[in-house]
T-cell receptor
């Protein structure tokens, strides 16, 4: 089955700097890669996703890149703000059928003012 | 604004008690999931459902059981709670017709004493 590895487990950056979180996956059949943000006391919320027919996707300060050959994908947050502090999860799945997302271990991002 | 609701948000219960964690969604999603989130943040799939009268065990073995009698309702039951069941339980739903991302509830934090 699919296995997703996420790094780093914790990340601390200065406000205004960029943050990058990286994930690798094992199943070459996976073709859907979402990123979730979990704030304290809440459930994870989808912030951006990418499908295997696209190499990069941007949404304002957030971008995701995908390298299918190397089987890794990354989340990039630019101009970080205090409200970006949260736990971030990457995930991978086959985008049909059961859609059983396999999650990475999570990254706790702290933005220092 | 949440379209998937979990109750209770917090539950402290004694060993040996039977408990049911409720999960309801108003989006008409056919697929629903239960994840267990450990203190180290990782999300582990314990149950999922493709639709009414369909339930499957997830990747992490769990002593809990689920049922799916109605599309919108996916309760999780522990017949005899133990301290090892102490955890955060997250419910999610998805639907191919609305993209592939999950919508998560806010979770139930269960403590068994």
């Amino acid at each position: 089955g699919e296995n997703v590895e996420q790094h780093p487990s914790t990340l601390s950056v200065q406000e205004g700097d960029s943050a990058v979180i990286k994930c690798t996956y094992s199943d070459s059949a996976s073709n859907y890669f979402p990123w979730y943000k979990q704030e304290l006391g809440k459930g994870p919320q989808l912030i951006i996703d990418i499908r295997s027919n696209v190499g990069e996707k941007k949404d304002q300060r957030i971008a995701v890149t995908l390298n299918k050959t190397a089987k890794h994908f990354s989340l990039h947050i630019t101009e970080t703000q205090p409200e970006d502090s949260a736990v971030y999860f990457c995930a991978a799945s086959i985008a049909w059928g059961a859609q059983k997302l396999v999650f990475g271990q999570g990254t706790r991002l702290t933005i220092n003012p | 604004e949440a379209d998937i609701y979990q109750t209770p948000r917090y539950l402290v219960i004694g060993t040996g008690k039977k408990i049911t964690l409720e999960c309801s969604q108003t989006m008409g999603h056919d697929k629903m999931y239960w994840y267990q989130q450990d203190p180290g943040m990782e999300l582990h799939l314990i149950h999922y459902s493709y639709g009414v009268n369909s339930t499957e065990k997830g990747d992490l073995s769990s002593e809990s059981t689920v049922s799916r009698i109605r599309t919108e309702h996916f309760p999780l039951t522990l017949e005899s709670a133990r301290p090892s069941h102490t955890s955060q339980y997250l419910c999610a739903s998805s639907d191919n017709r609305q993209g592939y991302g999950y919508t998560f509830g806010s979770g139930t934090r269960l403590t068994v004493v």
